[in-house]
Structure formats: C-alpha cells, structure tokens
C-alpha cells in the first residue's frame, strides 16, 4: 500500500499539472486503503495548507465552481494513459 500512496500523488501531478499534492490516508477499522489525493498549485491562494477546507466549503456551498464532469473525464482518460508510466 505504501507504494501506490507514495506514486498516486505522482500521477495526479502528472495529470493535471499541480506542483504537489497532499494525501490523507484513511484507514480506520479495517485493513485498508482511503486515500484523499488534494492538488495544490502555488498560483492558487485557495489550495494552500488549510485554505483547502474553504475551498471545500465554497465549492459545496455554490459559491465556487467545481470541476467539470467534461474535465474530470479528461482527467480520467489522461490517468489510464500515464499511470504504466508513472506507476511502475
């Protein structure tokens, strides 16, 4: 498990093009793996340190547009391409 959260983070950069992601890893109870994979970008004052649970709440509240379905698909096809590369 260690692996795939320490190359996860990896692929997301290499998808979307974030300088760095944080992960939260979960995994209370039963032995396995909930992992929240957070990009951040340093041009984007709302993904810094605690900024992201803001962000989080703006977006839920409507007050910030979340993705795009099209753009999360996209993300998605790019991930399938480059995660033999990345991941292995």
């Not at 995994?27 to 957070?38: A, C, N, P, S, V």
């Not at 703006?58 to 991941?87: H, M, P, T």
Request: overall charge negative.
């Amino acid at each position: 498990m260690h692996c795939c959260a320490k190359r996860a983070p990896q692929l997301v950069c290499a998808v979307i093009g974030c300088e760095r992601v944080d992960a939260i890893a979960f995994g209370e109870g039963l032995r396995h793996l909930h992992l929240h994979l957070i990009p951040r970008s340093v041009d984007d004052p709302h993904t810094s340190a605690w900024q992201i649970a803001a962000l989080y709440c703006d977006v839920e509240a409507g007050q910030l547009k979340a993705a795009s379905a099209e753009r999360v698909n996209d993300w998605l096809l790019r991930a399938r391409d480059l995660a033999s590369v990345v991941l292995h």
